[in-house]
């Protein structure tokens, strides 16, 4: 895995917007039409007075805009880069994120969390492991509508102690007329170190890899 430091994120950043820039119209080249407008233009019948200054008045229009566009850019840059510096913050600690996958080690028991978004009359959870085997189904029964946990004890359908790794999960919620309702599945580690990919924070916890705008909750 290649480490991509935040001096090069915010390179990265800014050449993106250059290129951005370089693909439209700017300033000069209106400035440039409007110079040849005028060499161009018949001297027997010249351009009247209030269409060249009706062009006048769009080309400082577009230089406002472009110095407003600029500006916005440089700020977002600097908020991007500032945001990615403070991910290091989280190394050490325990976080919740938006996810679908739990580290299994050990023989332990594994938290399942999830957010329901009403009451449920059934909840159901379906675990593969990392080839996409199914490997466990939990009936949860009825929960209550927000923040749930389930625990998986770690065994397969066999009754064997499923192997350590990573393992992705489904979750399933019925309300009381049998529709099926939104849940959120949520994953939670502790945060080991960071890597920079595209100019984005990643959070290494375990064998995942988070995304740094998916993050809920922080603990110590």
Known sequence: MSIVGLDQVGSQAAKTSEAKASSSMGKDDFLHLLVSQLQAQDPLNPMDSTGFTAQLAQFSSLEALQNINETLGGLGNSQ???????????IGKQIQAVGDQVYHSGGQSVPIDFNLSQDAAGVYIKIYNQYGE?????????????????????????????????YRFETMAMDANGNTMAVTTLTTGTVSGVYYKNGLAYLLTADQEIPLGNVVQVYE
């Open 80 to 90: 991007t880069i500032l945001t990615n510096s403070q991910a290091v913050d989280y």
């Open 134 to 166: 199914f490997v466990q189904d939990i009936d949860a029964g009825p929960m209550g509508a927000g923040l749930q946990r389930v625990d998986w004890d770690g065994m397969d359908l066999n009754g064997q102690q499923a192997p350590d790794g990573t």
